[in-house]
């Protein structure tokens, strides 16, 4: 299952959207509707997250968030 990471205030987020929503869109429509914007984001595979340390403490180089950056508005084109 692949979901969506970006930054926000120094914490990395993810973005998991719903079965629903990616029977009608696909992840990238997803991720630039739904992140912030001109927040740059990064689409992974969630096997790749850490699992041994809380999500609090993940670090993530702002040059590996290179798959796009969210849009201008919060409604799909």
Do not use: R
Not at 29 to 54: C, G, R
Not at 56 to 75: C, K, R
Request: hydrophobic content about 35%; aromatic content about 6%; overall charge negative.
């Amino acid at each position: 299952m692949q979901v969506v990471i970006y930054k926000q205030d120094n914490n990395v987020v993810v973005l998991t959207p719903s079965p629903e929503c990616l029977q009608n869109h696909s992840l990238m429509e997803i991720a630039i509707k739904d992140v912030p914007f001109n927040k740059p984001f990064k689409i992974v595979d969630i096997s790749e997250l850490p699992q041994d340390i809380p999500q609090e403490a993940w670090e993530v180089d702002d040059t590996d968030l290179d798959d796009g950056v969210g849009g201008e508005t919060n409604e799909f084109n």
